[in-house]
């Protein structure tokens, strides 16, 4: 069964990754400047990320300290396996936030792999720049010493 603590970490979950999707596009929005700076944006989104797995451990603490039956219930309720009909209110409003919580995840996901992809391209461009500027006969550049 779904107990007031479940329900509250389902909606910290859901807040949590609201916040771990604005850094991404933070970062992602940095990612396509020419002068990246992702200053903190990491390690906040990294500790956003460390309270989302408390919440997951809270809540799978929760489920163990039910009966199977109960637990089955909740997890199927989660994973949207039940037709909505057949849920309880708070059932239906968990399943909604189970929703959002891996929309929100998805979108995360995406503009995080767009962000990698955006730094490696500039990473390769400032390794192309860096060898063709070390090159012998190249005379503009910091290695040369005439």
Do not use: W
């Given at each position: ?6 329900l ?7 807040i949590l ?8 596009k933070q ?11 992702l ?15 408390k ?49 929100l ?42």
């Open positions: 069964m779904l107990t007031k603590d479940i509250e970490c389902l909606e910290q979950k859901r990754m609201e916040q771990i999707l604005n850094i991404t970062m992602e929005v940095q990612a396509m400047e020419e002068s990246i700076h200053g903190d944006l990491l390690d906040q989104r990294g500790l956003l990320m460390q309270r989302v797995d919440c997951n451990l809270l809540i799978q603490s929760r489920l163990e300290e039910q009966n199977p039956q109960d637990q089955e219930r909740v997890r199927a309720v989660l994973a949207q396996q039940i037709p909505e009909e057949n849920c309880t209110p708070d059932e239906r409003h968990a399943m909604l936030l189970s929703l959002e919580i891996t929309r995840f998805d979108q995360a996901a995406a503009l995080n792999r767009s962000a990698l992809d955006l730094l490696h391209v500039q990473y390769e461009d400032v390794k192309k720049n860096l060898a063709d500027s070390k090159e012998p006969g190249n005379q503009n550049n910091m290695f040369s010493f005439r």
